[in-house]
């Protein structure tokens, strides 16, 4: 499973930092989380998840150029096809944690990929088009819930689970992340589904080369 974690975090670690710029520009998340605790960085991670995955789908119901951009996005990376789905597709749906191992913590974020198909497509004047608030949705658990889906795989497809709340903020302000030292520090540990960790790893480099965020210093 380890194999992953070069897909993985860099990009993670870039999505959370341009959900997180968006939120800040949008009023919704203080510019300084460095002292952020347990539950606080929980919310600030939430919206900077949501912002971040759903970034690509921003204005594609105004700009024909934006909306051309944002279906070969979403096509390429959350329509499944399937003959024996109705209409022979179906879409991505998965569902990670994202907590720490320390207990007491509160820090516990849950990340659903396409949660109500249903609503993954609005009607506009200029015709149909994606709907950018519901490609994801993220939810702020508390302990108890958390442990309580952990293990569950109806309701969780991989676990991220940082060592502390500090691991994460480290992660946040690193301008690298550094693989084999997040490894050998035990700073982070994967469990669950192995094709799920490449899925959400292929995700999040193709909103970097969809949008050219810069790399990392």
Same mark, same amino acid.
């Given at each position: ?21 968006a ?8 510019? +300084? ?7 606080? $960085? ?5 919206v900077?998840?949501?912002?971040? =995955? ?5 204005d ?14 979403f096509?390429?990376? =959350?329509?499944?096809?399937?003959? $024996? ?23 516990? +974020?849950?990340?659903? =990929?396409c ?8 009607? !506009?004047? =200029? ?31 991989? +676990? ?10 480290? $992660? ?18 994967? !469990? ?12 999040? !480099? ?12």
């Open positions: 499973m380890h194999a992953g974690f070069p897909c993985l975090l860099p990009n993670l670690q870039k999505t959370l930092k341009l959900g997180a710029n939120a800040i520009d949008a009023g919704e998340l203080p510019a +300084v989380l460095d002292k952020a605790q347990g539950r606080l $960085l929980a919310g600030g991670m939430a900077a998840l949501r912002l971040g =995955f759903g970034y690509l789908l921003r594609c119901q105004l700009d024909a150029e934006q909306a051309a951009k944002a279906n070969a996005f096509e390429e990376n =959350f329509i499944i096809i399937d003959p $024996l789905a109705p209409g022979g597709q179906r879409y991505y749906q998965g569902k990670f944690l994202i907590r720490t191992s320390r207990r007491g913590d509160d820090m516990n +974020v849950l990340l659903k =990929f949660p109500n198909p249903d609503a993954l497509y609005i009607d !506009t004047p =200029f015709g149909r088009a994606l709907n950018s608030l519901a490609l994801v949705d993220t939810e702020v658990l508390d302990e108890n819930q958390a442990d309580r889906i952990e293990n569950d795989p109806s309701k969780v497809d991989l +676990v991220v689970k940082f060592k502390d709340v500090q691991s994460i903020i480290g $992660l946040l302000g690193r301008g690298g992340v550094d693989i084999v030292g997040l490894l050998l520090e035990n700073l982070v540990q994967l !469990t669950g589904h192995v094709g799920h960790l490449f899925k959400l790893g292929a995700i999040a !480099t193709d909103i970097q080369l969809s949008l050219d965020i810069p790399k990392a210093a």
